[in-house]
């Protein structure tokens, strides 16, 4: 069992700063492919980012890319994802994943363990 609490989340206005973290206990954190989610009312939990065990190769959704940045500190067990340039429509709820397998994956089905979700709302 792997329990994941994110923190970070708030009020920002549009090109604002956040920076989400997620808190991993239980198991060897290392042992998991981290990723980051969000999903909005009325819509699917879509997916963010996502980050190797090692921290060495990550992957984005194209309309995150350049603005997020995702990164975890395994001594820390803590994955975080920077947000920088924020639109009205990054707005949603957003989640950490933990995944067992060591393959990447953008599918939220795939990921074994799941946070509470931490609000992001921007501002226009």
């Known amino acids: 069992q792997v329990l994941l609490v994110e923190s970070g989340g708030g009020l920002v206005q549009a090109g604002g700063s956040l920076r989400l973290s997620c808190a991993a206990s239980?198991?060897?954190?290392?042992?998991?492919?981290m990723g980051w989610f969000r999903q909005a009312p009325g819509k699917e939990r879509e997916f963010v980012a996502t980050?190797?065990?090692?921290?060495?190769?990550?992957y984005y959704a194209d309309s995150v890319k350049g603005r997020f940045t995702i990164a975890r500190d395994n001594a820390k067990n803590t994955v975080y994802l920077q947000m920088n340039s924020l639109k009205p429509e990054d707005t949603a709820v957003y989640y950490c994943?933990?995944?067992?397998?060591?393959?990447?994956?953008?599918?939220?089905?795939?990921?074994?363990?799941w946070g509470q979700g931490t609000q992001v709302t921007v501002s226009s």
């Open positions: 994943g933990a995944r067992a397998v060591t393959i990447l994956t953008m599918i939220p089905g795939d990921y074994d363990y």
């Open positions: 239980g198991r060897t954190f290392s042992n998991y492919v």
């Open positions: 980050i190797s065990r090692s921290g060495g190769n990550t």
